[in-house]
């Protein structure tokens, strides 16, 4: 069973204020330690209402500026929501491409190393073979001769 896991944008006391800067961010909370109260408090709730759907995204203004000039956005909250869960669906992505290929790679291993593999079974050449036998025993009774007969 697969849930849809929602982002939820979190930011570093140190990034917060330049990403307070950024166009169309002045609907958040005015101090990083402001948005971690609500944070907080939403996180409890969540937890008192066992929602394990949330991740939560770090967002870099560096990167989330980029992101924002390059999609035409100001970041709004809207914004910064589509981009934490675009981080969050890429990263999942990856994760799973990765585990999908080690599934790869440990089954050719297995196909390689593990199971036993196919020999084609060549039987003996039987005249080569019954060839070899008179010859050892013709030696065997010469021998014998030589020792009775002396």
Known sequence: MTCEVRAI?????????????LPGADDMPATWEEWHADFEAAKAERLHRRDFTRAKVLIRPGKFKGWLAENSFSATEHARQLYAQERLDSKRAREEGRRELE???IASWQ????????????????????????????????????????
Do not use: E, N
């Open 9 to 21: 944008p979190v930011y570093t006391a140190k990034d917060y204020p330049r990403i307070r800067q």
């Open 103 to 105: 599934k790869m790679l």
């Open 111 to 150: 196909q390689l190393y593990i199971r036993p593999r196919r020999v084609a079974y060549h039987p003996p050449d039987h005249g080569s073979f019954g060839l070899i036998h008179a010859v050892i025993a013709g030696l065997f009774f010469a021998w014998l001769a030589h020792h009775w007969l002396g």
